[in-house]
Nanobody, 121 residues
Framework: QVQLAESGGGLVQAGGSLRLSCVAS????????MGWYRRAPGKERELVAT???????IYADSVKGRFTISRDIAKRSVYLQMNSLKPEDTASYYC???????????????WGQGTQVTVSS
């Protein structure tokens, strides 16, 4: 079974840092994009950052200059280094991967179960 497993969330004071990790496991042919989304209480899910197989990255305006996404293709992993955290960054963070489980299979949109990030003021 193909799945994503996140780790690294927690409680941190404003101005602090956290690093989220996500690894894909199972029978995977190739991975296109890997990224992070978040959902704060009472809000819609939003893109935080994503990285494409060619190396291009996209960030939400609210995290530019503070968060850095990186990817280890060989390890099927994506990371999110979060610095200068603010209380408004408090949310459940979800890893997402768009991948193929075989050469002729349609693209699969896969989500992790989420990890909680809480930033205290």
């Amino acid at each position: 079974q193909v799945q994503l497993a996140e780790s690294g969330g927690g409680l941190v004071q404003a101005g602090g840092s956290l690093r989220l990790s996500c690894v894909a496991s199972g029978s995977i042919f190739s991975i296109d994009t890997m990224g992070w989304y978040r959902r704060a209480p009472g809000k819609e899910r939003e893109l935080v950052a994503t990285t494409f197989s060619g190396g291009r990255t996209i960030y939400a305006d609210s995290v530019k200059g503070r968060f850095t996404i990186s990817r280890d293709i060989a390890k099927r992993s994506v990371y999110l280094q979060m610095n200068s955290l603010k209380p408004e960054d408090t949310a459940s963070y979800y890893c997402n991967a768009q991948l193929y489980v075989c050469t002729l299979c349609p693209r699969t949109d896969l989500w992790g179960q989420g990890t909680q990030v809480t930033v205290s003021s």
